[in-house]
């Protein structure tokens, strides 16, 4: 019972509520998180739209056949070239074994390429970033020409930090230490573990 000032006694289970409060032995609401939460859907399709954003115009399907063609033709040519060297064998790899096995993975891309052809829009039309990867082509085979009269320490130093520095635009000290870092592991693995007759310095 409410007293004639609108006070409250002992007892009491009515009256007003404050402004903001639950009423007593409501059930609590849970509250709406904010307007700007985290959104997985919509965080997705907010990366997608900014891969696209900029990206070049697709290609087409027949883009995609040329393109998934010229792999499929790469591949068979690195096979044919990996064959004339010594494949040797699983036990004793020689200088042709990994150039055989990257080429067969290449061709089996390819042709997965052929496969999806009609049904991506990944390849891009030729455009002025395209000169980027002429420029890394272009530096590859230089690295391919230079390798076997310096070794490959150097030439895969120099080709590292070219695709990182000035290709991929990455600082100078993530580009040099990267550069150390491929050329260590690779003659870990193939030279030290491996016994690859590469050429090599040391």
Same mark, same amino acid.
């Given at each position: 019972?409410?007293?004639?000032?609108?006070?409250?006694?002992?007892?009491? /289970?009515?009256?007003? /509520?404050?402004?903001?409060?639950?009423?007593?032995?409501?059930? =609590?609401?849970?509250?709406?998180?904010?307007?700007?939460?985290?959104? +997985?859907?919509?965080? *997705?399709?907010?990366?997608?739209?900014?891969?696209?954003?900029?990206?070049?115009?697709?290609?087409?399907?027949?883009?995609?056949?040329?393109?998934?063609?010229?792999?499929? +033709?790469?591949?068979?040519?690195?096979?044919?070239?990996?064959?004339?060297?010594?494949?040797?064998?699983? !036990?004793?790899?020689?200088?042709?074994?990994? =150039?055989?096995? *990257?080429?067969?993975?290449?061709?089996?891309?390819?042709?997965? +390429?052929?496969?999806?052809?009609?049904?991506?829009?990944?390849?891009?039309?030729? /455009?002025? /970033?395209?000169?980027?990867?002429?420029?890394?082509?272009?530096?590859?085979?230089?690295?391919?020409? #230079? %390798?076997?009269?310096?070794?490959?320490?150097?030439?895969?130093?120099? %080709?590292?930090?070219?695709?990182?520095?000035?290709?991929?635009?990455?600082?100078?000290?993530?580009?040099? &230490?990267?550069?150390? !870092? &491929? #050329?260590?592991?690779?003659?870990? *693995?193939?030279?030290? !573990? +491996?016994? &690859?007759?590469?050429?090599?310095?040391?």
């Amino acid at each position: 019972m409410s007293s004639p000032s609108g006070a409250h006694g002992p007892g009491d /289970t009515g009256g007003r /509520t404050a402004a903001g409060a639950s009423p007593a032995g409501a059930r =609590p609401v849970p509250a709406e998180g904010p307007p700007g939460g985290f959104d +997985l859907e919509e965080a *997705v399709h907010r990366v997608q739209a900014e891969e696209h954003e900029g990206r070049p115009p697709a290609t087409g399907t027949l883009g995609n056949l040329v393109v998934a063609a010229a792999v499929v +033709l790469l591949g068979v040519a690195a096979v044919t070239g990996s064959l004339g060297l010594d494949v040797g064998s699983a !036990a004793a790899p020689a200088a042709g074994t990994w =150039p055989l096995l *990257v080429s067969a993975v290449v061709v089996v891309l390819g042709v997965a +390429l052929l496969a999806v052809a009609r049904r991506t829009d990944d390849a891009e039309r030729f /455009t002025a /970033t395209s000169w980027l990867v002429l420029a890394g082509l272009a530096t590859m085979v230089v690295f391919v020409l #230079v %390798l076997p009269v310096i070794g490959f320490e150097i030439p895969a130093a120099l %080709l590292t930090l070219t695709w990182l520095r000035f290709l991929g635009h990455e600082g100078w000290r993530t580009s040099i &230490v990267t550069s150390l !870092a &491929v #050329v260590v592991a690779f003659y870990l *693995v193939f030279v030290a !573990a +491996l016994s &690859v007759p590469i050429p090599h310095l040391f």
